[in-house]
């Protein structure tokens, strides 16, 4: 803590003021937790990016919130981030620590600190100088600056994954992320003694459950590695015995899969929460049994409302098929209705758009006043986006997103219930259905699919005749493609927009051959 403090004061010093944005480019290192909690103290806006970002992501990212300060590492792994800063900004060796950065691409910034070794490099302040200068000032200031923090101010931006287009930035404030630590905590805590987040940490997922955990209770967060993989996530789980893991699907997945499973102990798992897409429950099944895990459920939210609102585990042990088959109910103190066009509450089991209201909502897109009028109502609700119904008991499940619902010679047509179909076939992994253009029926299904490792041959046209007898004529994919990878954002969720631009250039590829 007195690090945070040390740093939290350097940054005052600098001239940092209440509602500045800072932007947090770091894998999941220590000194990305402590800007945190810098941050706040401070009553600035962290800004959570990438570290795997380009100069053109970065650019955006910086410039569409208009960031006033920057943390950087020298590199990441292989990813050479100071030099493709330096790239972005060639005025950063010309400039002045004390006058602060001039940049013709970057105006608003001023202030860059790297984190390493290389104290040394111009225009930047030294990350460990920080700390140690800060250390050496008085923290009246800022005991004085932290008291005056308004709890309803925003604490953080959050880039929206982006899986229908150029990532939005979510802001969220002190007083919504504390509430929905403090009351996920209340239900979690007999989970959560060691809990291992291999999640990286410009995800709202890995802050809100993982990072900010701390603030409000005794519990060991364990980060696996600054860019986390397979094998990094199930050594922490086995040396530390972690007791939860929280995650995406495609970490479970990977874990079911990995050749070298057997060599590490994973039975400490009590616990573990699934988020970014709703799974078939025979998959979470397989997890309990396979890796195994004492008890799993699936989480439900969005980066727009702090990651979660609803989660399976509220059904207990004694509900399985809803612990594992719904997304859960809504957390407390926040409420949730399925809404028709009009935004009335249809009947109970009746389809409808989930909409939520409550303190974890963001305060808005930062900057974009048109599409944060499109996600949230003038009541407060905020429209997901996402098609589903709940059952008398206030149990969600999820039907289908609806910016990816097929509409083919004016019928709807939703994905999740063919993909879980095919994923019924003996070989199938996974499967992706979306839909492109079509000059007779305005759109036409696809499906990519992935086979199980050591999987008997399987060939798109065995799909097509195992699908004859289990859906509609109508609903069968005719564009069919075995693969060996989805287009994914890289916090594990399949971008269906890109899978349809990749099925369209490979079609009309194929056709200019054939002329």
Not at 191 to 213: K, W
Not at 291 to 310: D, L, S
Request: glycine fraction near 8%; charged fraction near 25%; aromatic fraction near 8%.
């Amino acid at each position: 803590m007195s690090g945070i403090d040390s740093l939290a004061a350097s940054l005052l010093e600098l001239g940092f003021e209440k509602n500045d944005r800072f932007a947090v480019w770091l894998p999941n290192t220590s000194q990305n937790v402590a800007m945190t909690f810098a941050a706040s103290k401070l009553g600035l806006i962290k800004v959570n990016i990438n570290p795997a970002y380009v100069e053109r992501e970065l650019e955006y990212c910086i410039n569409k919130v208009g960031c006033k300060g920057l943390i950087l590492p020298p590199s990441v792994k292989t990813i050479p981030s100071l030099l493709i800063f330096r790239q972005l900004v060639p005025e950063l060796d010309q400039s002045s620590r004390s006058r602060g950065l001039s940049s013709k691409v970057l105006p608003t910034l001023k202030h860059v600190v790297l984190t390493g070794d290389e104290s040394s490099t111009s225009g930047v302040h030294s990350y460990n100088r920080l700390i140690e200068h800060g250390s050496k000032l008085s923290h009246e200031k800022l005991n004085e600056r932290q008291a005056s923090v308004n709890p309803d101010s925003p604490l953080a931006i959050f880039y929206t994954s982006g899986t229908t287009g150029q990532p939005k930035a979510a802001t969220l404030t002190n007083f919504g992320l504390l509430n929905l630590v403090h009351a996920q905590w209340n239900f979690f805590e007999r989970f959560f003694t060691r809990l291992c987040v291999p999640i990286p940490m410009f995800h709202i997922f890995s802050e809100v459950v993982g990072v900010l955990n701390v603030a409000v209770a005794k519990c060991k967060i364990v980060f696996p590695a600054i860019l986390p993989d397979t094998v990094s996530t199930m050594k922490a789980i086995h040396e530390e015995k972690c007791t939860a893991l929280i995650g995406a699907p495609i970490i479970f997945r990977d874990i079911l899969g990995h050749p070298d499973k057997k060599n590490y102990d994973l039975s400490s798992l009590a616990f573990a929460i699934l988020g970014a897409s709703p799974m078939h429950i025979s998959f979470l099944r397989q997890l309990e049994k396979e890796i195994p895990i004492t008890r799993i459920a699936q989480g439900y939210g969005m980066t727009e409302n702090a990651a979660t609102f609803t989660s399976g585990m509220w059904a207990g042990d004694e509900d399985s098929e809803r612990r594992l088959g719904s997304l859960g109910r809504i957390m407390q103190g926040l409420e949730v209705k399925i809404a028709d066009e009009q935004g009335n509450a249809v009947p109970i089991g009746k389809q409808g758009e989930i909409w939520m209201r409550g303190f974890s909502v963001m305060r808005g897109y930062y900057n974009d006043p048109e599409k944060t009028k499109e996600a949230i109502t003038s009541a407060g609700w905020l429209r997901t986006g996402d098609d589903g119904k709940m059952d008398e008991d206030g149990y969600l499940y999820f039907i289908s997103r609806r910016k990816e619902m097929i509409i083919r010679g004016g019928v709807n047509i939703y994905p999740v219930e063919i993909e879980n179909v095919i994923i019924e076939h003996p070989s199938v992994a996974e499967a992706q259905v979306f839909s492109i253009p079509d000059q007779r029926y305005g759109e036409e299904v696809c499906a990519w699919i992935k086979l199980k490792p050591n999987a008997p041959k399987c060939e798109p046209n065995d799909i097509t005749k195992f699908l004859k007898d289990k859906v509609a004529f109508f609903k069968i994919p005719k564009h069919i493609r075995i693969v060996d990878k989805f287009i994914m954002t890289p916090t594990g969720k399949v971008q269906k927009f890109k899978l349809s631009e990749s099925m369209v250039h490979e079609l009309k590829e194929g056709v200019d051959k054939k002329k």
